[in-house]
């Protein structure tokens, strides 16, 4: 069955760009998309369709879909995008999540 | 304004069935291109995606849970139910329905809408 990657953790000063990646075989031939989930709460839906963002999240945060990789960039990381991130991606007819990555901002 | 809302015991027995129902308002499921699936997660563990059931009563499970595995809807209800054959404590997870972002009929592969989820401990 279909996987995708993505690194444990990532740590980002604030002010500072942060990069997410998203791994799986011909990623960019499915639509990759992105959520947020702070710790207690649901997640969230930041990216979708690789790169767009659905109302309300702030244009800080972008996406982009090439080969085998999905990247998620927060840019001018504040304390408060400090969550986990998961991608998903859609194979046919199976959703599949990444194991998601745990952003620190210090 | 789209919500959604599980619900379900919070523990189960081995080997019975766990039974999560999702209550949602805000769209139809006899709207053409509408979805709901069905996500878990296991304490300090990743999304899982388990289920979607689509508005014509197509669905699409998992498989490592297919053969456990089952979704219905009633739409006139508004409401989705997952249920999971002979629980295991691995299903310990909180349980999540979501709404399928579209673009009229067409899917965008993506969960747009969340429900709070519910947690459901498996355990004797």
């Known amino acids: 069955s279909y996987e995708v990657t993505q690194p444990p953790s990532v740590s980002v000063s604030p002010g500072q760009t942060a990069t997410i990646t998203c791994s799986g075989e011909?990623?960019?031939?499915?639509?990759a998309c992105w959520y947020q989930q702070k710790t207690g709460q649901s997640p969230v839906l930041i990216i979708y369709?690789?790169?767009r963002r659905p109302s309300g999240i702030p244009d800080r945060f972008s996406g982009s879909n090439s080969g085998d990789t999905a990247t998620l960039t927060i840019s001018e990381a504040q304390s408060t995008d400090e969550a986990d991130y998961y991608c998903q991606a859609w194979d046919s007819t199976s959703q599949v999540f990444g194991g998601g990555t745990k952003l620190t901002v210090l | 304004q789209i919500t959604l809302k599980e619900s379900g015991p919070a523990l189960v027995k081995p080997t019975q069935t766990l039974t999560v129902t999702c209550a949602f308002s805000?769209?139809?499921?006899?709207?053409?291109?509408?979805?709901v699936g069905w996500i878990r997660q296991a304490p300090g563990e990743a999304l899982v995606w388990l289920a979607l059931?689509?508005?014509?009563?197509?669905?699409f499970y998992r498989p490592a849970v297919k053969g456990r595995i089952s979704v219905t809807k009633d739409a006139s209800k508004n409401k989705v139910v997952l249920t999971l054959t002979d629980a295991d404590p691995l299903d310990t997870a909180t349980y999540y329905c979501?709404?399928?972002?579209?673009?009229?009929?067409?899917?965008?592969?993506?969960?747009?809408?969340w429900g709070r989820g519910t947690l459901v401990t498996v355990s004797s």
């Open positions: 059931i689509y508005w014509d009563d197509d669905k």
């Open positions: 979501a709404h399928r972002m579209r673009d009229g009929e067409n899917s965008l592969h993506a969960f747009d809408f």
């Open positions: 369709q690789d790169s």
């Open positions: 011909k990623l960019d031939e499915k639509y």
């Open positions: 805000g769209f139809s499921l006899t709207t053409p291109g509408v979805g």
